[in-house]
């Protein structure tokens, strides 16, 4: 048996075995600037806060959101690991209060272009984040790409955040629409929750859930539940200039409590496994490269 076939046999074995150990949720929006990335790193500091081991994989491909917002720039990415021999340990970037993330980089051109073998090869290496951590925070680009929608349809809790826009609110919607669409989205298992974002209270926050699940409920065939709001907060933008979370730097600002609230109410469902079955990071990437495989 060569070298080849070994690695097949190895990747092959680990796919079968996949079960994540950490609890993902996936943070995505339906367009661009409506506070996405905000969200997932401040959740993180909440639940780092709460003693839980915390990575943001940062699947916004291109962009650096989380980078910007961490004052760290990664040396390495996915493509890295295919491509270069980089283990996954050496992609991992420390963030504060030893929080952890990966930058999925912009070598996506790249990674769309492997193989299913590399995929599952990645897939492989993935699993060791899982390991690693209690929850894994997928922070997605904006908008219903392929790859954001393998997410969002693989994800058993799945961030919506949305702003009192019009044109956040119709983008949102478009998303729940093609997500609805989808063959292999279940309902019953994924959680859409909806996180109302520059708001003045949770009046408007709720209103602002209120019109898409209106019209969610009666054309499409897709779970939303409101997970609350975050309002306009001027220590917000304080903290982006500073590089750092507002729950860091700011932590009793209406902004950091909200988000305190937020992360309370996502681990109400204890992580013994009693609840819903968990996906991991490794088994969504296999997902979206046998979709652009065709396998």
């Not at 997928?138 to 019009?166: C, N, Q, Y």
């Not at 019109?211 to 499409?220: C, D, M, N, Q, T």
């Not at 979370?245 to 009693?274: C, H, T």
């Amino acid at each position: 048996m060569d070298q080849a076939e070994k690695l097949r046999n190895i990747v092959k074995s680990q796919e079968a075995a996949i079960k994540s150990k950490a609890k993902m949720i996936t943070v995505t929006s339906g367009k661009g600037g409506v506070g996405k990335s905000s969200v997932s790193v401040n959740l993180a500091v909440q639940f780092r806060k709460m003693g839980y081991k915390v990575f943001i994989f940062d699947a916004d491909f291109g962009l650096a959101n989380v980078e910007v917002m961490f004052g760290a720039i990664p040396r390495y990415n996915l493509s890295d690991v295919i491509f270069h021999g980089k283990q996954i340990e050496e992609i991992i970037v420390d963030g504060p209060m030893d929080i952890k993330f990966v930058s999925g980089g912009s070598g996506i051109s790249e990674l769309s272009n492997i193989t299913l073998e590399n995929a599952r090869f990645l897939a492989s290496k993935l699993i060791k984040l899982e390991d690693m951590a209690d929850i894994i925070i997928v922070d997605t680009g904006a908008g219903i790409s392929e790859v954001v929608m393998e997410f969002v349809k693989s994800s058993r809790e799945v961030i919506l955040v949305t702003t009192p826009e019009p044109t956040s609110i119709t983008d949102s919607y478009a998303l729940l629409k093609a997500l609805s669409k989808s063959p292999d989205y279940d309902s019953k298992h994924t959680t859409v929750n909806v996180v109302s974002n520059k708001v003045d209270n949770q009046a408007e926050g709720k209103l602002v859930y209120n019109k898409l699940s209106i019209v969610s409920e009666k054309f499409l065939n897709v779970n939303l539940n409101f997970l609350g709001y975050i309002p306009s907060d001027s220590n917000l933008m304080k903290a982006v200039m500073q590089q750092k979370p507002v729950s860091m730097v700011y932590e009793n600002s209406k902004a950091s409590f909200a988000f305190k609230r937020i992360a309370e109410e996502l681990v109400k469902e204890d992580f013994s496994g009693k609840g819903k079955e968990k996906v991991g990071i490794s088994q969504v990437f296999l997902n979206i490269f046998r979709v652009k495989s065709g396998k």
